[in-house]
């Protein structure tokens, strides 16, 4: 039953049966996600499971959007492992502390909102490489304790099993959405295994989750310059991924529900869960893309599925470890191939044809990298800068110049387009100082002086007037462009009948 309910000064509309069920479903996936990424890197298990409590239960309060669930994710502790073989546990911790910091910072100065500049085909990419990871990932549940790929019987067994689970979570949401199909896709491969008593493997197999409250740990480093320089770079990358990953999956959220999050809010969410894990034995993390949209599917809007989730974890680590021990991987594992599928932008696939050349280049790129690298930061930088370069190249090609001279003899140049880094070879070729005449001028109404390599094009062509002994008369200068000239006082004419409402960038304050 749907009702007003006020949590934590958020007042929104919270289905609690959706949300409940939701977060159950959540801790199921997020469960064995995160005691695999904890032995990836060398961690004691438990680190894991603190890691996706604490980043849970903080982000989900603080955080900058509802339906958003973080956890250890795999794109942070990656970045950790070269520091965990180096020196150690106690240097992991510092390093989640300076992530946090880092983030909060972020936050702070209200930088959160620069993610929005990311290009479409940069976030394809980025989910669709996310979503093949998420796929691959799960191929090692095929693979036996040595790393060898099962055959026969238990291979057998495993498929079976991971097919029971897609076509339950497949086939009964067109039965009936009130309950969700991945926790009943669970439930049933669970209680199949242990009254058949099938042998296949279970979470048990992974590591004992059995443990107790996180307690406040002070990591046990030095506290000298050489230690912060060690830490530091793993924490700013570490940082920057989180924030990448979690910004662009608020992105998607937002996409999804038509409704807008805060990025700067989860920021400073993100940090304060970071340093929290620093301080309480967790591995950190961010947000993750996988498990939120195992909450969206579930139908889960509000907080409180975060909530429940990251509690269902803490309860399971203090008193559920025996049976959630014997939960079949292979169902876990089919929930989490679904959601790879959803996870999936199968619309790139449909206007891949009709993309510009540039974007299809881009979003393959960035695909590639997140598949191979496992670095979504690298990835959505390298996107970010082949667009914009991309972006410069096709506006470098729109400069261009109308000519006419007047019934004075004067000669007219009205400039359109962008005058930037990018197109000021253009700009330059558009005048013939040597063969215009006396008087010339140069009509600004329609273009753009965006930075300081356009004005110092323009101070070049103003000279260049000048030493021919030519009057050159500059129109419709912004007051940026007017201080910054360095023949302003010898131009015979600056008039600024419209003031443009551009400025220079980094001289205006915007």
Request: charged share 15%.
């Amino acid at each position: 039953m749907s009702k007003v309910f006020n949590l934590f000064n958020f007042k929104q509309k919270v289905n609690f049966k959706s949300e409940i069920l939701a977060g159950l479903t959540v801790s199921m996936t997020m469960i064995p996600e995160s005691l695999a990424f904890a032995i990836l890197a060398g961690f004691d298990p438990l680190v894991g499971l603190y890691g996706a409590f604490i980043m849970g239960i903080v982000t989900s309060i603080l955080g900058g959007r509802p339906g958003l669930i973080s956890g250890g994710a795999g794109a942070t502790v990656i970045v950790l492992i070269a520091l965990m073989e180096s020196h150690g546990i106690e240097y992991v911790f510092g390093a989640v502390i300076v992530a946090g910091l880092f983030q909060i910072l972020v936050g702070l100065f209200k930088l959160g909102k620069f993610i929005r500049l990311v290009p479409q085909s940069v976030m394809y990419g980025f989910v669709n490489g996310l979503a093949v990871v998420i796929f691959l990932s799960q191929l090692k549940q095929l693979q036996d304790a040595s790393g060898a790929w099962l055959t026969g019987e238990p291979l057998y067994t495993m498929l079976g099993l991971i097919a029971l689970t897609i076509s339950i979570i497949i086939i009964f949401p067109k039965i009936t959405k009130a309950f969700p199909s991945s926790l009943l896709a669970i439930i049933v491969v669970f209680a199949v295994v242990y009254f058949t008593g099938i042998d296949t493997k279970q979470v048990k197999d992974i590591a004992s989750i059995s443990g107790s409250l996180p307690s406040f740990h002070i990591p046990a480093m030095p506290f000298t310059w050489d230690a912060i320089i060690t830490i530091l770079p793993y924490g700013l990358i570490m940082a920057s991924v989180g924030l990448t990953e979690g910004l662009l999956t608020l992105n998607l959220v937002d996409e999804i529900t038509g409704t807008k999050g805060n990025s700067n809010r989860e920021c400073l969410a993100q940090g304060t869960a970071n340093i929290a894990n620093g301080f309480f034995t967790g591995m950190g993390g961010c947000p993750m893309i996988a498990q939120t949209l195992v909450n969206l599917n579930a139908g889960a809007r509000a907080r409180l599925a975060g909530i429940i989730s990251s509690l269902t974890i803490l309860a399971i680590i203090l008193f559920g470890a025996p049976v959630i021990e014997l939960l079949p991987m292979a169902a876990l594992t089919g929930v989490m191939i679904i959601v790879s599928i959803s996870t999936f932008e199968w619309a790139s696939l449909k206007v891949f044809g009709k993309m510009p050349t540039t974007d299809v280049i881009v979003m393959i790129i960035v695909t590639l990298i997140t598949i191979f690298m496992h670095n979504l930061a690298l990835a959505v930088l390298i996107g970010v800068i082949i667009s914009a370069l991309a972006f410069a190249w096709e506006n470098a090609k729109r400069i261009r110049a109308k000519k006419y001279i007047d019934e004075k003899g004067s000669k007219h140049y009205e400039i359109y387009g962008p005058l930037f880094f990018g197109s000021i070879s253009t700009f330059n070729e558009k005048f013939d100082v040597q063969g215009d005449p006396d008087d010339v001028i140069i009509d600004f109404s329609e273009s753009k002086i965006v930075d300081m390599s356009a004005i110092e094009a323009v101070n070049a062509l103003t000279e260049r007037y000048l030493k021919a002994g030519k009057k050159i008369h500059l129109r419709h200068l912004s007051a940026d462009c007017q201080r910054l000239l360095k023949n302003a006082d010898k131009i015979i004419e600056v008039n600024v009948l419209e003031d443009p409402t551009y400025h220079i960038v980094g001289n205006s304050g915007e």
